[in-house]
């Protein structure tokens, strides 16, 4: 069983930056791609980055590029997401997840773990 937890969520002024953490246990994810989604309120969940196992390919939503970088530290079982340049349309509840495919996915269905999420609001 593979269990995600997100960190680093919290309340930040328009143009401020943060960083997300996924910690994984329960299974090295070195082999597993990776990626970031978020759900605002009133909103269907959506993709916002992926990886791919060994960080080599990474996607992003068009919305987020040049803002937001993801990254991973297999030796920690650990992924990232830096935001920078946050506006108030980045507010929503963060979620990462793992699938067991090598290469980076936009498609949620493909994604078989789940982490819990992290708030993340952007003031005007």
């Known amino acids: 069983q593979v269990q995600l937890v997100e960190s680093g969520g919290g309340l930040v002024q328009a143009g401020g930056s943060l960083r997300l953490s996924c910690a994984a246990s329960?299974?090295?994810?070195?082999?597993?791609?990776m990626g970031w989604f978020r759900q605002a309120p009133g909103k269907e969940r959506e993709f916002v980055a992926a990886?791919?196992?060994?960080?080599?390919?990474?996607y992003y939503q068009d919305s987020v590029k040049g803002r937001f970088t993801i990254s991973r530290d297999n030796a920690k079982n650990t992924m990232y997401l830096q935001m920078n340049s946050l506006k108030p349309e980045d507010t929503a509840v963060y979620y990462c997840?793992?699938?067991?495919?090598?290469?980076?996915?936009?498609?949620?269905?493909?994604?078989?773990?789940w982490g819990q999420g992290t708030q993340v609001t952007v003031s005007s």
């Open positions: 329960g299974r090295t994810l070195s082999y597993y791609g």
């Open positions: 997840a793992a699938t067991r495919f090598w290469a980076a996915t936009t498609e949620a269905s493909e994604y078989s773990y």
């Open positions: 990886i791919s196992w060994n960080g080599g390919s990474t």
